[in-house]
């Protein structure tokens, strides 16, 4: 006896009665948050061209829903400090941040934007660290970074809003969850019997 044909059967009707799906208002919105994350379009330097190409096709940073580059600040929640900051960039640095919405999140990209990069010491016109400038909420080392370390940075946001609460408890709002990096670049020298510095890795056996 032939089984009926597969497009015979309803489409929505009669999948569903059974299944239920809970969650809180808090959940849901973190979760429609951290996947529609809009960066700003903003580079100012040589770092920017590691920020393009995670736009690209080969990187396709569209995956975890951040690729709608807004070219307002008003319109995006995550600016990306891509390149050298300058003490006369760092004024617009610091009003773009301020006309962004809350809530809204800070990478900076760079050794240039985390520390100062090679203008540290001798660099008069360099502001050493952007954190002197706008609060930074992830730091993404490298000169300059893969853009496989600046999609590690966004996913760290993304953990950053899915740990935001909203609720209170006795009228007190609860702290939110920040997270905790799932590896810190340490080795284990538990039973090592020559001990390990910590930019040192065990290798072969």
């Known amino acids: 006896m032939s089984q009926p044909h597969e497009m015979s059967k309803p489409w929505i009707e009669g999948r569903f009665e059974e299944n239920v799906i809970t969650t809180t208002i808090e959940q849901a919105i973190n979760w429609g948050q951290q996947a529609s994350i809009w960066p700003m379009t903003f580079g100012l330097a040589c770092c920017a061209i590691e920020m393009m190409a995670v736009g690209a096709s080969r990187f396709d940073i569209d995956r975890f829903g951040a690729g709608a580059f807004r070219a307002s600040p008003r319109q995006a929640d995550l600016m990306i400090v891509a390149g050298t900051v300058t003490y006369k960039m760092a004024s617009r640095v610091r009003r773009l941040y301020n006309m962004m919405p809350d809530p809204k999140y800070v990478i900076a990209m760079g050794a240039c934007t985390v520390g100062g990069g090679p203008y540290f010491k001798y660099g008069y016109h360099v502001v050493k660290g952007v954190d002197l400038v706008v609060p930074v909420d992830v730091y993404v080392p490298g000169c300059p970074p893969r853009p496989e370390a600046l999609l590690e940075g966004l996913m760290r946001i993304q953990d950053k809003i899915r740990g935001h609460r909203i609720n209170r408890r006795d009228g007190v709002r609860v702290d939110d969850e920040l997270p905790v990096p799932h590896h810190s670049g ?6 090592a ?7 040192q890795k065990l290798t072969g056996k």
């Not at 340490?186 to 039973?191: D, L, N, S």
């Not at 019997?193 to 930019?199: G, Y």
């Open 193 to 199: 019997e020559n001990p390990l510095t910590s930019h």
């Open 186 to 191: 340490f080795v284990e020298t538990t039973g």
